[in-house]
């Protein structure tokens, strides 16, 4: 028997997220045509909406307060295209004992292996070289690090941090990391080695961060840590701006010009138009080009498609959010 499903997206993100494949494993089991709302949409209560057991979505789902859940009383699950479910999670949801899946296991795929890129290029200091022969016209011959038996450093080991230990294997490296939750024993798991933030800075040619947006986390990395990078350093920032403190990475930026900040988010995205991170030479923007973007957002809707079927057979889903596991992850 199919089950009723809503699904929450706008006609062009739809597209993006879902391929054919996909499709037409839903359609299985799923009643067709699929039931679309935008996400604009007025939720109001109707006998097609208290039919609807599943929901799928991705980024711009409404806020599942009160007055949206009682348009639909049946709603036993959500399966989320995308990450963080903070923007649409609330405590009604909790109370009603919704099961909500994240897809944020696949988007950490896809911002670990631009994090991969980054962290390879910048061992080759590759933003100094190509710079020198912009304006130089040939590239004065500096000291590497190189790929073979540097330090990465890795700030938080989480989802994303986790799949890049995994493509990092590939290549003679040392990895240390800071994460205060994370256990000596599941370190010495993943074959990394925990060290305070300080000495993680110090120790690093490439340090990459991955911590989530919290008040917990909000300006952690501070000047003093960037001041400790060893000569020719790279920072890399594919989490949140606002876990960094941008006015002392800038000043410390200006005193060091061989360290390089390669920043993909900022607080506030954008940067305001008389930031100094658009003209400081050692800095590199990316405008939040790290997750998944258009074609890619398909990996997500494959992840959402699985973890229904799992829903089904009622086995453990992989990206199931739960409360209280929202004081540590985005």
Not at 41 to 62: C, D, H, K, N, Y
Not at 140 to 168: D, E, F, Q, W
């Amino acid at each position: 028997m199919k089950v009723p499903a809503l699904f929450i997206f706008d006609p062009a993100v739809w597209e993006n997220t879902c391929d054919p494949a996909d499709i037409g494993r839903l359609e299985t089991l799923v009643p067709t045509p699929f039931l679309f709302r935008s996400p604009q949409a007025t939720f109001q209560p109707s006998a097609e909406l208290a039919r609807i057991e599943v929901l799928f979505s991705t980024w711009g789902m409404p806020r599942c307060d009160e007055t949206f859940l009682e348009a639909l009383p049946n709603l036993k699950a959500i399966f989320y295209a995308a990450g963080s479910v903070r923007p649409f999670a609330t405590e009604a949801l909790w109370r009603r004992k919704i099961v909500v899946s994240s897809c944020n296991r696949a988007l950490s795929v896809t911002v670990a292996e631009f994090a991969l890129a980054q962290i390879l290029l910048s061992l080759k200091l590759t933003w100094r070289h190509a710079a020198e022969m912009r304006t130089l016209r040939r590239s004065l011959r500096h000291k590497l690090p190189g790929i073979y038996n540097s330090t990465v450093g890795l700030i938080s080991v989480g989802a994303v941090a986790r799949h890049l230990l995994l493509l990092l294997r590939s290549f003679h490296l040392r990895i240390v990391a800071y994460d205060p939750f994370l256990s000596e024993e599941e370190a010495r798991h993943l074959g990394i080695e925990l060290l305070p933030l300080e000495k993680l800075f110090e120790v690093s040619h490439v340090v990459s961060l991955h911590a989530p947006s919290l008040p917990t986390t909000e300006g952690m990395i501070r000047g003093h840590h960037l001041a400790r990078m060893r000569r020719d350093a790279t920072f890399i920032n594919t989490a949140r701006g606002a876990v960094v403190n941008e006015a002392e990475m800038i000043e410390v930026l200006r005193e060091r010009p061989d360290l390089h900040a390669l920043l993909d988010v900022t607080h506030p995205e954008i940067p305001a138009p008389d930031s100094a991170l658009y003209t400081l030479p050692n800095v590199m923007l990316t405008p939040h080009i790290a997750g998944a973007l258009d074609g890619e957002c398909r990996r997500l809707g494959a992840m959402a498609v699985d973890e229904f079927e799992r829903y089904l057979r009622d086995e453990p889903l992989i990206g199931e959010v739960r409360p209280e596991m929202l004081a540590t992850m985005a």
